[in-house]
């Protein structure tokens, strides 16, 4: 590497948690007045690496090096002194105080050496945030911004120490086109001051534009780094998956019958505008969107989960109005969410309580749970869907992530449904199970049931559908069939764009 | 990987055989022991604390109170909690000595008490689902509403009149020295072991308890469950209510003044988990029971009852922090 | 000034104290005058003091309920100290009532930073024993005011400028928490530890050891409430301030604290407290029985949460942007 040496290094850094490696012997190198971008899947460990970098996680192994010092955070404010500064995936601000408290705060402006210098930190928060063409008032209060604006503010804290590595943790994800543009002038600025910058994404068109060398992790390991000229998009996606996509998705042909599921203008005042699709019977249906284009939410709302939603819904032909989850689990429709260990399963109950909860009265004879009709239950489901335990009364919490995730599916097919809703079915699980949840997807349409999967996995989504929507900005905007869809398609629609 | 497990169909079996200790049965057991403990301390202390006519009367200081720890676990496991009882015991309280006073009939007088406390819980539960609001705030301010309405109705007077046969309920033996409190209790206590361990209501609780979200994408409805669990309370709250005014015989506000702080103390200490999730109905009789003898033995050597509360505080305190302390001790030792 | 009386909570709840405080004014005679409103504000000196330190506690997601106790137990021991060496200077016993206070207030935050136990649980505990420890260091005993020096009576009340002392450290503490909370990291840690525990603990701020600040500085604030209020009503014996802890969080939520943490002003909390104060005060004058103050001061928090739901329920998330800058969404085939 001829551009000088590196300012910030990791070398061979672990982090471990219980059952799960998610960094293993990692390396890393970030240049002055360069980009790199970190490429990977989800659950390849890129947000565990960010937290090790900025402190928030302390490495169980190996080596960081800033300067060319070896160095340990014992908390975030380490890694903040020295220049290390962060905008993470979520966003980590504050929505009670005000624009400029969230800009300077751990770092404020001080008058007298003690007072917090109000007038100061106003002023200051305006400078920053007009240099990134940010309009927003820094007295107003963080709560009541978009969440653009949020990220905006979350930049500028970024930006308000004199930081020498600025990570940039999927910053992307939930900007629209015209935000995006502006990110990529802010990222060239940040370059010509010598900033080192780690851009963490799996959208191609983004490192081609704006990166300069990469690093790809796959399922926690390190596989390999070089300059961004010297290689191009297929061979990253090799290193990436290390496979390619046809062998992966065991598509198998089922029969297409008629319309289980039919939506009209289903809308909702904030996240959602007039939703059309139908579903078929043994159909698979992949809906693609980025974070914040409204799909998790659409989902929720056929499920009965959110409120203010209006549209209709016909199953099998006939009108229904769904309100709670325990009216759609009556229609059919069910529900296995991206967010699987806050709302798709309970942790701390064993595997057969978990299965047996949506049908509890099924089970019972005069509300008293009959125990040898949950077990048989819990065994046939737990059995077809082939969750490794020890057993049936395992806690949930003790299983890995693709075996929790086959307990949700499980749940759900126990109950019998005709739609099953997958968001991100095979978000943070292992490729074991990943496969494993694609192959039984594939026997569900078999069986008749039909399949929704909301994914932003581009492989998934092409490799398992039968038909792509596209979602964006809250909208549907576009509808692919299985043969014409191609990854550019489908990414030009999602990012707002406009296909030929 | 795939291949390995259609080949070793091997079933896994419902439960594992060598069954890890359960950290609720350990508590429970270690309650017994406690238990036993007091009890042979309390006899050395006293000749008189085995006879069953004493173990009887110290029946009557626990019981009023342990009625309502039973719902009062529910609530706490569906992380929800509710302080106002004590002022609801005294809101029903009054207007049972209101309507006796009118003379209304036996009958009329205890179900009015109950249903008072339904009311009350109601309106807990309806503030806190319909307008989500934390269950603490809720409750902090319809103790003071319930208690302060029983001071408009009443000031600083007495109700004394009471339909006869009023007087049984909470002073009288249904047979030998079992009384009609202590049945009451008994009763409740199978109820409430049927319902939170047995029942399809105890499972939603628990699921609702350890995580509200999956419980509610599993189709559970949350709200109405809490709801439910509220107005249990309150008619808990009511039943203590009863049996409460008729022992004593009188109302007036300022009855059961303070009692909520020990039947929380009673739910903490009988296992069941403060954050929600856990939690036995075994495990809460037993810390009634032993917080009942260790009044009692303190009678018997004439301690204060307030040195009572110093007891109850630091046993609270003790044991919300032992599970931290074992965890902690744990990671020392894995270092 | 109109925008901040019809916008803000707090500059609505201070219309509301003052248009009260006018309105009774119109039903009793002399019940509008200076020298009623400042004895008033001398009358809820103490309950704006302990709400300032409750403030704190509810703002970093705790609450503590033991503040009542720790009153008796500090204004007992003063009291006693007091009638055992009658020589002794009040500064001294003033300093006494500060660090037994602090230390019990330390003692409930050491549970909750260090053990990490819910601070309702913590505090419930320490309430029953701190009230109990009252007893056994008085063994049930009254201090009356003529086993209490002069001094030690006298302090909060001497006048300066027309207004009791006691009205003036209320005045003090007041721009003291205003100055603290504003404009020192010390205090904006509060709000960043209480609004966004993650987020606080990503910009090197220790939550637990803010919380532990919390409860120390109400426990102090208790503790020298404990000799004023014992030295104002020239009394001690072991039931005083009982159930005083919920008047103090009513303060608070009246104030429009969140109980969910983050939220909170000074200016909130003080005319909660005075809302309480001139409930309180105006009963007796318009006729009502005092027996009255209770169900109100319930109805009124009550009333106060969900008016605060009601005014967080409207905020909706916000992801649909301006589509201006968007190109048109156009369905491809």
């Known amino acids: ?500 | 990987m795939t291949t390995n497990t259609i080949t070793k169909k091997s079933r896994v079996p419902d439960f594992l055989p060598v069954g890890k200790l359960n950290k609720f049965v350990r508590w429970e057991s270690f309650l017994v022991i406690i238990l036993f403990g007091v009890c042979v301390l309390n006899s050395f202390l006293s000749p008189y604390f085995l006879d069953p006519w004493n173990l009887s009367d110290a029946t009557f200081n626990f019981t009023e109170k342990a009625l309502i720890a039973l719902p009062m676990a529910l609530l706490i496991i569906a992380r929800e909690i509710d302080i106002s009882v004590a002022a609801i015991i005294a809101l029903s309280s009054t207007i049972m000595g209101l309507i006796a006073a009118q003379g209304a009939p036996l009958y009329l007088v205890v179900v009015t008490g109950v249903i008072v406390g339904g009311m009350c819980g109601l309106c807990n539960g309806l503030l806190v689902t319909r307008f989500n609001i934390p269950s603490i705030v809720v409750t902090i301010g319809t103790m003071s509403l319930f208690r302060g309405i029983s001071y408009i109705i009443l000031g600083d007077e007495v109700l004394k009149d009471y339909p006869d046969g009023f007087d049984f309920l909470g002073q009288g033996y249904v047979y030998w020295v079992v009384s009609f409190e202590f049945l009451t209790f008994i009763v409740f206590a199978l109820v409430f072991y049927w319902l939170l361990h047995k029942s399809i209501f105890g499972r939603r609780t628990f699921a609702i308890g350890n995580n509200p979200d999956a419980a509610y994408y599993s189709g559970i409805s949350v709200n109405r469950h809490k709801l439910i669990l509220f107005v249990l309370v309150g008619l808990m709250s009511g039943v203590a209510a009863v049996l409460l005014t008729s022992r004593l015989g009188s109302t007036r506000p300022s009855i059961a003044m303070g009692w909520e702080l020990s039947i929380i103390t009673m739910v903490v200490l009988g296992g069941v988990s403060i954050l929600g999730g856990s939690g036995t109905i075994g495990g809460v009789v037993l810390a009634v029971i032993l917080m009942g003898m260790v009044t009692f033995g303190m009678g018997l050597v004439n301690i204060p009852g307030i040195v009572m509360t110093i007891i109850v505080g630091l046993m609270l305190m003790f044991v919300v922090s032992l599970p931290v302390l074992i965890s902690m001790y744990k990671a020392k030792r894995q270092r | 000034m109109k925008q901040f009386l019809t916008n803000s909570r707090e500059g609505f709840l201070a219309l509301v104290v003052v248009v009260m405080f006018f309105a009774i004014g119109l039903i009793a005679k002399n019940f509008v005058t200076i020298s009623n409103a400042v004895s008033i504000f001398n009358d809820t000196s103490i309950l704006i003091i302990l709400a300032l330190g409750q403030m704190l506690v509810i703002i970093t997601r705790c609450i503590d309920l033991s503040v009542a106790a720790n009153v008796a137990f500090t204004g007992m021991l003063v009291a006693m100290t007091n009638n055992a060496y009658p020589e002794l200077s009040v500064v001294v016993l003033i300093a006494l009532a500060l660090g037994v206070g602090a230390l019990l207030g330390a003692i409930n935050g050491v549970f909750v930073w260090l053990l990490k136990v819910p601070s309702i649980v913590i505090t419930l505990g320490t309430m029953s024993v701190y009230r109990g420890m009252t007893f056994l260091i008085s063994d049930g005993n009254w201090i009356n005011s003529h086993q209490m020096s002069e001094a030690f009576i006298d302090f909060p009340r001497a006048l300066v400028f027309g207004m009791p002392v006691l009205g003036w450290l209320a005045i003090i503490f007041i721009l003291a928490a205003y100055l603290l909370l504003r404009f020192s990291e010390w205090g904006r840690n509060f709000y960043s530890a209480g609004g966004n525990p993650t987020a606080a603990f990503y910009s090197g701020v220790n939550v637990g050891k803010v919380q532990f600040y919390s409860f120390l500085v109400s426990g102090t604030l208790s503790g020298l409430c404990g000799y004023l209020w014992v030295s104002r009503f020239a009394v001690a014996y072991v039931d005083v301030a009982n159930g005083f802890e919920l008047q103090v969080v009513a303060a608070c939520v009246i104030g429009g604290v969140s109980i969910l943490g983050g939220l909170g002003s000074v200016f909130g909390v003080v005319m909660g407290a005075l809302f309480i104060g001139v409930v309180n005060n105006a009963l007796p004058v318009i006729g009502v029985s005092p027996f009255w103050q209770m169900a109100i001061s319930g109805a009124v928090i009550i009333a106060a949460v969900i008016a605060n739901s009601r005014s967080g329920k409207n905020k909706g998330r916000i992801i649909l942007r301006d589509r201006s800058q968007a190109q048109p969404p156009v369905a491809a085939k």
């Open chain 1, 1 to 500: 590497m001829s551009e000088g040496s590196p300012i910030f290094r990791l070398e061979g850094v672990s982090k471990l948690f219980p059952g799960v490696k998610a960094l293993d012997q990692v390396n890393l190198n970030l240049y002055p007045g360069k980009v790199t971008a970190l490429i990977g899947e989800n659950g390849a460990g890129k947000s565990t690496l960010v937290k090790t970098m900025t402190g928030i996680y302390q490495p169980d192994g190996g080596d960081i090096i800033f300067d060319g010092q070896s160095t340990r955070f014992s908390s975030p404010q380490d890694s903040h002194k020295l220049g290390i500064t962060a905008i993470h995936q979520e966003t980590v601000l504050f929505d009670n105080l005000s624009v400029a408290e969230n800009v300077f705060l751990g770092n404020y402006p001080r008058k007298h050496g003690v007072f917090v210098d109000w007038q100061a930190m106003f002023d200051n928060a305006q400078e920053i945030l007009i240099s990134i063409n940010a309009d927003i008032d820094p007295k107003a209060n963080l709560g009541g911004l978009s969440i653009g604006q949020k990220h905006m503010v979350a930049i500028a804290r970024a930006l308000s120490i004199d930081a020498k590595v600025v990570v940039l943790d999927e910053p992307t994800a939930a900007l629209s086109h015209h935000e995006i543009q502006e990110l990529y002038e802010l990222v060239d600025q940040l370059k010509s001051e010598g900033k080192a910058i780690l851009f963490i994404t799996h959208k191609f068109d983004e490192i081609f534009r704006i990166a300069d060398y990469y690093t790809v992790f796959r399922d926690g390991r390190y596989i390999g780094e070089g300059k961004i000229k010297d290689t191009n998009e297929a061979a990253l996606v090799e290193m990436m998956v290390a496979r390619s996509i046809e062998d992966t998705y065991p598509k198998l042909e089922a029969e297409i019958g008629d319309v289980v599921l039919d939506v009209t203008s289903l809308s909702h005042p904030t996240e959602f505008t007039d939703i059309n699709l139908t579903l078929r019977k043994g159909e698979i249906l992949g809906i693609y969107g980025l974070v914040g284009s409204g799909r998790t939410e659409a989902m929720q709302a056929l499920f009965g989960a959110s409120y203010n939603v209006s549209g209709q819904i016909r199953i099998d032909g006939e009108v229904v109005s769904i309100n709670s989850p325990a009216e759609a689990i009556q229609y059919g429709i069910v529900y296995v969410p991206e967010e699987r260990q806050k709302q798709g399963i309970v942790l701390e109950l064993p595997i057969y309580q978990n299965i047996s909860l949506p049908q509890l009265p099924s089970l019972s004879k005069r509300a008293s749970v009959d125990l040898d009709d949950e077990l048989t239950l819990a065994r046939r489901f737990g059995e077809r869907l082939q969750v490794k335990t020890s057993s049936w009364n395992e806690q949930v919490g003790n299983l890995s992530g693709g075996n929790q995730q086959k307990v949700v599916i499980a749940k759900w097919l126990a109950t019998n449904p005709k739609v099953i809703i997958l968001d991100e079915p095979t978000k943070g699980i292992d490729i074991g199970s990943k496969a494993a949840v694609h192959t039984f997807m594939s026997e569900l349409v078999q069986l008749g049931l039909s399949v929704i999967m909301v994914s932003s996995e581009l492989p998934e989504v092409l490799g398992m559908s039968d038909r792509i929507m596209v979602m964006s900005e809250g909208r549907l905007v576009g509808e692919l069939g299985r043969e014409d869809a191609t990854p550019e398609q489908v990414v030009t629609l999602a990012t707002g764009g406009v296909v030929s």
